[in-house]
């Protein structure tokens, strides 16, 4: 019978789940095609209750996992074979099986020497490789981000996670710029300076970059506590200046970062940045308020304005569209993308241009393309035109 055919298969499974040697198992080629299950994989983790085989049951649109305690695997590895699946692989560290259920019933096992001698790691939720480590990080502590231990607080989870999304962003974007000098960097509405403390540490300390970091902010006392905490961890090419985006007074911008700045305040960024002729400009918009009042669509775009939150969607992309072309139109190279995931913040769009060339008038292609939207929606004037004249 094919129940006793498999059993040595099932055997070396169930040792392999008691000496924790497996690896892989996966349980595939199904018997009925018309079945929606398509294959079963599973591996050895550690949770809080303990050891246990999770198994990942595959389907065309979803996959479900299941953790399984150890002494019932066989047994449901047995019923697959039995009513689901021809053929089976089991990769532990010392052997490799391999089962083939074929016409008839007949059922072949083989088995090889494994090529991998190490135990498998049973960590469930392994910590993620981050750029920024909440240990023997100071100004962490001070920002309230962690407690003394040098554990993430709960409540400042989210937090924690745009940092380090925030910072794997500028890794990969710095990597594409070549800076011969020091890096200017201004970081416009720096706030209470979560991200700015980040982005020094980051630049200094990990890239070895010789960057020297302005923080603006039209808050005093916010000013005055992010300069104490720059001196007391001696970051001291990270000072913090009480101004706006518009009137603060800069002589020299490389790279130029406006998070979260509310409504035509990022306008007043790019400009600045524009003008500057930074390397690089960083913007994650918010509160799009100037379009949403003056869109009037002719035709029949007109019928989503009857909509709030279809023009309020509407306005976001339209003001982020033409930021965007307007940096093209001036010689940079634009992405527009999801900073982070919208369960951590609902304000996700990132904005970021890399200058390719040293355009002094805008490119007409790009002043035609903002022109056409403009027309389509019925818009006089968007507040970034005025700004670049």
């Known amino acids: 019978m094919i129940q006793e055919e498999i059993g040595p298969f099932i055997k070396a499974l169930n040792e392999s789940l008691t000496s924790g040697s ?7 080629h199904k018997r009925d095609k018309t079945k929606e299950l398509t294959s079963v994989t599973a591996k050895l983790i550690k949770i809080k209750e303990g050891i246990r085989l999770s198994f990942v049951y595959r389907y065309p649109t979803k996959d479900v996992t299941k953790n399984h305690i150890i002494e019932e695997c066989g047994n449901i590895v047995k019923l697959l074979l039995l009513n689901d699946f021809q053929q089976a692989e089991l990769y532990t560290s ?8 074929q016409k008839n019933d007949f059922v072949v096992i083989r088995k090889k020497k494994s090529a991998v001698v190490e135990v498998p790691n049973l960590a469930h939720d392994r910590e993620k490789e981050r750029f920024i480590k909440p240990q023997n990080n100071d100004y962490l502590f001070e920002l309230g981000i962690t407690n003394a231990e040098g554990q993430v607080k709960t409540s400042m989870n989210d937090k924690f996670r745009q940092i380090n999304k925030y910072i794997e962003i500028i890794d990969g974007i710095m990597k594409q710029i070549n800076f011969n000098n020091d890096v200017k960097v201004v970081d416009m509405g720096s706030g209470k300076g979560y991200l700015t403390f980040a982005l020094y540490d980051y630049l200094i300390n ?6 020297v970091i302005n923080g603006i902010e039209q808050r005093e006392e916010l000013v005055d506590q992010c300069n104490a905490l720059a001196v007391k961890n001696n970051f001291d090419k990270l000072s913090f200046i009480k101004g706006s985006i518009q009137d603060v007074m800069l002589k020299d911008i490389d790279v130029l970062i406006a ?3 509310c409504d035509t305040a990022t306008d007043d960024a790019i400009s600045r940045g524009i003008k500057s002729n930074a390397k690089l400009i960083i913007c994650a918009p918010c509160c799009h308020k100037q379009l949403r009042k003056d869109m009037h669509p002719s035709d029949d775009l007109n019928y989503l304005n009857q909509y709030g939150i279809l023009k309020e969607r509407q306005a976001e992309m339209l003001t982020d569209a033409i930021r965007a072309l307007f940096l093209e139109a001036f010689g940079y190279q634009t992405k527009v993308f999801e900073f982070i995931d919208t369960e951590h913040t609902p304000k996700n769009v990132m904005i970021v241009g890399i200058k390719q060339d040293q355009a002094i008038v805008p490119n007409d292609k790009f002043i035609q393309q903002i022109a056409n939207l403009k027309k389509m929606y019925g818009i006089e004037k968007h507040y970034l035109e005025e700004l670049l004249g």
């Open 259 to 261: 998070l979260h700045a």
């Open 94 to 101: 010392e052997f490799n099986y391999f089962l083939t259920i």
């Open 206 to 211: 990990n890239l070895k970059i010789k960057a």
């Open 22 to 28: 497996l690896i892989r198992l996966g349980v595939m």
